[in-house]
Nanobody
């Protein structure tokens, strides 16, 4: 599975962005997908994940503000980010896994990352 993340940019606090992760290769619909982020000087952290059937789970800092979804017909996973805050600034990565997991080590396939910068 090859993943390509896009949609990052520079926004102001309170704005919204939608990240996309386009997949190619094997049948993406059979994989769980996740979004992770890594801020400068920090470890990569879990943001949200979605199973092949659409079940979702979010990290506490983004719960209620971010929404993960997928379009299996188009092989795309989205991350809708509303109410962005300066602390959301990070490189965002999409990833795919054959199991449902919250930690990066269980995700075998990764996109290249897209930078989100939120100014105050």
């Amino acid at each position: 599975v090859q993943l390509q993340a896009s949609g990052g940019g520079l926004v102001q606090a309170g704005d919204s962005l939608r990240l996309s992760c386009a997949a190619s290769g094997r049948t993406f619909s059979s994989y769980a997908a996740g979004w992770f982020r890594q801020a400068p000087g920090k470890e990569r952290e879990f943001v949200a994940r979605i199973t092949w059937s659409g079940d979702t789970y979010y990290a506490e800092p983004v719960k209620g503000r971010f929404t993960i979804s997928r379009d299996n017909a188009k092989n795309i996973v989205y991350l809708q980010m509303n109410g962005l805050r300066p602390e959301d600034t990070a490189v965002y990565y999409c990833a795919a896994s054959t199991i449902v997991a919250l930690t990066p080590k269980f995700y075998a396939y990764w996109g290249q990352g897209t930078l989100v910068t939120v100014s105050s």
